[in-house]
């Protein structure tokens, strides 16, 4: 019988510390080792382990440092083997030597010389020396921490290799004169604990200027040696050149971060550039060197080359493996056990070089399984899944009991297929999407995505718009690509009519049983401005326009109306505003750019037309901007008293007036002011003149229209000339205004008579006399003229018979005379 047991045992503790008890280990039984004759066979001439035969304790006979035993190789093994007579059974020891933190990290060198220019650029790095540590993973080095100072700060890189770098970076301008020489301390620090540090000085000289690097002749040299070399025997020449004269161009060369193991292996020549063997070269331990070499003139500069080293193996036989059989490609669903490959290990050497021990990598669904002569069984035991490891890289690696170990691998990859058991994944776990309305069928508004981890057929994804529940309209709005996941709007949309809606969008694979999921998809129509703006005042039709009054007392700032307009869009096209585009008089009247508010600009006159046509825009903030129009009549009329005007606050922005302007209306006004003195003087001259020749004018009393009759001419409607007898107007104002609303309530007519003829009145009263002695009667009453009237309700205003010029008015004040 041939089995192995394994034991663990940290280094460096003393002799007769217990390493673990074989009875246990081996299920013996007390005393059965004495009475067996059990005996402890180191491999090696150094016994570093004792057996008590009477307990079965397995003692340390002798101190060990793995440094010393192993090197920087891992795991760390001493094999033993356990010899057991009557009968014969042998057991195979393997005790694996844990590293403790018992090296402090330390450099080559006591003190790291490095000379540097007075004129080196800021960021510069200068390589630095690495410390060495026999230690593993935490225990050895960790990290780099350089000295307070202004001029230099540290900096780790990685190399192409993976080792770390440390380079002295220059943060801030040397002045020689000022500084000529620097004393820094680094320090490496290890991650044991306690931690454990080594440091070197740094000594920085500052040189003068120097502008040539040395160069080597090539950037990587190579060379192929024989292991078990003579010392001495040459093997490479670098050589490095450097353009300056003097002490500049005098170069040294030396090792650049090259590990102590190495540095002890090999000397280089600092003046001629030889290296040479220096140590013991075993291609068992090593196969290749890597490392770098500076070539540094006489002023500071250096130049580096990188030399790889290869050697070449003499007369070793490692073991061989071969497979039997392979299974090369194994499901994911594959049961526990089964077999995945079948092989044999030979070494062709003899005596215990040919005695191998076979293994894989841990952490692998793999196990080995031994049987006889040399078979081994690769065989699964843990359940695979395709998703997370695709394939496998086994290293199957084949030690033999040689001395030196020679060892042997051999890969097998071995795929693992699919099954279907991941259903289809989609990017985002809802989605949402835009399109303007208007679109042209067929517009591709997006795209959804799922991935399925499967492969082949099992991972052939397709796309299906489920019909919504209760509103199967969705289907016939937007359709889905099943191959690509593109979705298309099936017609034209409308924002105003739909604003929106969802649709779930199914992903299914090929794999049988085929596996889905769903999606929900949030479609956002949005709004183009298409819809002009609709008028809801003045309504614009073909039937009556809309006629508004306005009298011919109101001040500048009267409100006359209200414009209103809606749009059918949303947001910002739906944002309107209003202009004047066209007016009888454009400087009578003005429009609110916001709220709609038609307003006088001035005070009427007896010039302005008694009906003024305006055209009103209102456009939206839409681009393209849309625009509607509307037409509004204002019809300008006498009578109305003063209760029922309301003074309106305008403040109104005047603009700023340029000096010329000013100039050409202080010149108006004086000529308007000339011409009204004129008008004032024919006015008085033509009155003092119908005095005189009053007495001898006669005329007829003219026929009065009823009081159901059109009116006059000039208060006509464009399409049907008459204005309504009765009408009710509203009107909002601003805030600013007297009143919030005001009415024009239904005009009482006076009666006025002549002589012995009454004659209903209107807004405005014509009235026939006969001469300006003549009695006038309102409402039945008789008056002189020369006592005065009082009017009741409108002003009335009595004409002069056949001539049309007004001789009195009937003012609403009781008080006021009948003026001429």
């Known amino acids: 019988m041939c089995a192995s047991i394994r034991f663990s045992v940290p280094e460096e503790k003393k002799k007769g510390f217990l390493v673990a008890n074989v009875l246990k280990e081996l299920k013996l039984k007390t005393g059965e080792l004495s009475t067996r004759k059990a005996h402890l066979v180191a491999e090696g001439t150094h016994e570093y382990f004792l057996l008590d035969i009477h307990t079965g304790n397995l003692l340390i006979n002798d101190k060990i440092d793995r440094e010393t035993l192993c090197g920087q190789n891992d795991p760390c093994l001493l094999l033993s083997q356990l010899v057991l007579e009557n009968p014969l059974d042998i057991f195979n020891i393997e005790i694996k030597i844990e590293d403790v933190n018992d090296n402090a990290p330390k450099f080559w060198k006591k003190e790291i010389k490095v000379d540097i220019l007075e004129n080196i650029l800021i960021n510069m790095i200068f390589p630095l020396e690495l410390a060495q540590d026999d230690d593993l993973g935490n225990n050895s080095i960790q990290n780099y921490i350089l000295s307070p100072n202004e001029h230099f700060h540290l900096e780790e890189q990685k190399n192409e290799d993976g080792n770390d770098n440390i380079y002295l970076v220059v943060k801030k301008m040397l002045d020689r004169e000022r500084v000529p020489f620097l004393e820094l301390i680094l320090m490496a620090i290890d991650g044991g604990v306690p931690k454990k540090t080594g440091t070197v000085q740094i000594n920085i000289n500052v040189l003068d200027h120097n502008d040539n690097f040395p160069l080597f002749s090539k950037s990587e040299y190579q060379a192929r040696i024989k292991e078990n070399l003579p010392k001495g025997t040459l093997v490479i020449k670098v050589e490095a050149t450097d353009l300056d004269l003097g002490s500049n161009a005098q170069i040294l060369y030396s090792f650049h971060q090259v590990p102590e193991r190495i540095n002890n292996l090999f000397y280089l020549n600092e003046i001629t550039g030889e290296i040479s063997v220096w140590g013991q070269i075993d291609y068992e331990k090593e196969k290749s060197y890597s490392m770098s070499i500076r070539a540094t003139d006489g002023g500071g500069l250096p130049g580096q080359c990188k030399i790889l080293i290869e050697v070449e193996d003499e007369n070793d036989n490692p073991p061989e493996v071969s497979i039997i059989s392979l299974i090369s490609t194994l499901k994911e669903d594959s049961p526990p056990d089964t077999m995945v490959a079948l092989f044999s290990v030979r070494d062709p050497d003899s005596g215990d070089n040919?005695?191998?021990?076979?293994?894989?990598?841990?952490?692998?669904?793999?196990?080995?399984?031994?049987?006889?002569?040399?078979f081994y069984q690769l065989v699964l035991q843990s359940p695979l899944d395709r998703e997370t490891v695709t394939e496998y890289n086994i290293t199957i690696t084949a030690i033999d009991w040689g001395s030196p170990r020679l060892t042997s691998t051999r890969l097998i990859n071995v795929q693992i297929s699919d099954v279907n058991d991941n259903s289809p994944h989609f990017e985002k776990p809802s989605y949402d999407m835009q399109i303007r309305e208007n679109n042209i069928p067929g517009l591709l508004i997006g795209s959804v995505r799922a991935l399925d981890l499967d492969t082949k057929l099992n991972a052939k994804v397709s796309y299906l718009v489920l019909p919504g529940k209760g509103d199967g309209l969705v289907t016939s709005y937007i359709s889905v690509n099943s191959e690509t996941g593109n979705m298309y709007a099936l017609r034209s949309l409308d924002y105003e009519q739909i604003r929106g809606f969802r649709v779930t969008v199914r992903a299914s694979d090929g794999g049988s049983p085929s596996l889905s999921s769903d999606v929900i998809v949030q479609i956002h129509i949005v709004d183009e401005n298409d819809n002009a703006p609709f008028f809801l005042y003045p309504l614009q039709n073909n039937t009556s326009p809309c006629n508004e009054l306005l009298p011919k007392s109101a001040e500048t700032g009267y409100l006359?109306?209200?414009?209103?307009?809606?749009?059918?869009?949303?947001?910002?096209?739906?944002?309107?505003?209003?202009?004047?585009?066209?007016?009888?008089?454009?400087?009578?009247?003005?429009?609110?750019?916001?709220?709609?508010?038609?307003?006088?600009?001035?005070?009427?006159?007896?010039r302005d037309t008694n009906k003024q046509r305006l055209v009103i825009l209102v456009r939206d903030n839409g681009l393209p901007p849309q625009t509607s129009t509307a037409l509004l009549n204002v019809l300008l009329v006498d009578g109305f008293s003063d209760p029922f005007l309301r003074r309106v606050d305008v403040s109104v922005q005047e603009p700023e007036e340029d000096k010329t302007l000013t100039k050409y209306l202080v010149i108006c006004l004086a000529?308007?002011?000339?011409?009204?003195?004129?008008?004032?003087?024919?006015?008085?001259?033509?009155?003092?003149?119908?005095?005189?020749?009053?007495?001898?004018?006669?005329?007829?009393v003219p026929h009065f229209p009823p009081a159901n009759s059109d009116p006059p001419e000039n208060c006509a409607d464009s399409q049907n000339g008459s204005l309504s007898r009765t009408y009710r107007y509203d009107v909002c104002l601003t805030g600013g205004s007297l009143s919030s609303e005001f009415r024009f309530l239904r005009p009482f007519f006076p009666v006025f008579s002549v002589g012995d003829v009454n004659i209903p009145g209107d807004n405005n009263i014509s009235a026939g006399i006969q001469d300006t002695s003549e009695q006038v009667a309102v409402n039945g009453e008789k008056k002189e003229v020369s006592e005065g009237v009082t009017a009741v309700?409108?002003?009335?205003?009595?004409?002069?018979?056949?001539?049309?010029?007004?001789?009195?008015?009937?003012?609403?004040?009781?008080?006021d005379k009948i003026q001429e």
């Open 354 to 374: 040919s005695k191998t021990v076979c293994s894989v990598e841990m952490n692998l669904p793999f196990v080995l399984k031994a049987t006889n002569n040399n």
């Open 671 to 700: 000529a308007v002011s000339f011409v009204f003195l004129v008008c004032i003087v024919v006015f008085i001259v033509v009155k003092v003149f119908k005095k005189d020749t009053q007495s001898h004018f006669t005329a007829a």
């Open 793 to 815: 309700g409108d002003a009335a205003v009595v004409w002069l018979l056949g001539t049309g010029k007004k001789v009195a008015n009937i003012l609403r004040n009781p008080k």
């Open 560 to 606: 006359i109306t209200k414009v209103v307009a809606v749009d059918a869009d949303s947001g910002q096209n739906s944002w309107l505003s209003y202009e004047l585009l066209k007016a009888t008089d454009p400087a009578l009247f003005s429009i609110g750019a916001q709220n709609g508010e038609v307003k006088t600009r001035r005070a009427l006159n007896e």
